[in-house]
């Protein structure tokens, strides 16, 4: 599927509902992006963007056992493979731009503390936010760097990952499912690692 530049702008400012397992269903790990691009909200699947790596990072790192194409939004078996397992999706600021770059501190401030209020209801075992500077952004922290923090929040254990857009050039698939495996066995989602290998095959 694909989007006219004009059809893309239709979506700004739109709002990506959060994508979080049903009540009964223990969320284990929750990833936080910075705000849904247009791709997202035309799409309304969030890290939907066909040049985004999150879900071929999540495939190669063991954490989702199914490939996902999100380009043409999620389908429902999609998403009930996604909850199911535990993992959850919000972002810090609701709104859809083209750039995250559009966003207010103001907003990122107010999304943590969104993200406060959402991590006291429904209880994560983990938390990895992606995205450093907008982590450092949304709750004053100019020093964070990526990997597991040292306070919790709200009772999680806290992460920062890296960015998955095509726009984060340091990164790449195999890089990144490095990252989101380490959160993913902090969540208990994959086995621990033998000895002192951290790598991801």
Sequence with gaps: MGFTRAELASF????????????????????????????????????????????????????????????????DADRVRFTSRGLGITNLAPRATAKASELTTEELRAGGARLRELVRSRRPAVVAVAGVTAYRQAFGVRTAQVGPQPEPLEGAELWVVPNPSGLNAHETTATLAQAYAAPARAAGLLPPLAGNNRSVT
């Design 12 to 75: 700004q400012d739109a709002v990506v509902p959060d994508l979080l397992p049903r009540p009964d269903v223990p969320l284990r790990l929750l990833f936080v992006g910075i705000n849904p691009g247009l791709w997202t909200a035309a799409t309304q699947t969030h890290f939907a963007h066909p040049g985004n790596r999150f879900y071929p990072a999540l495939l190669r790192a063991g954490v989702l056992e199914q490939p996902v194409d999100p380009s043409a939004g999620m389908t």
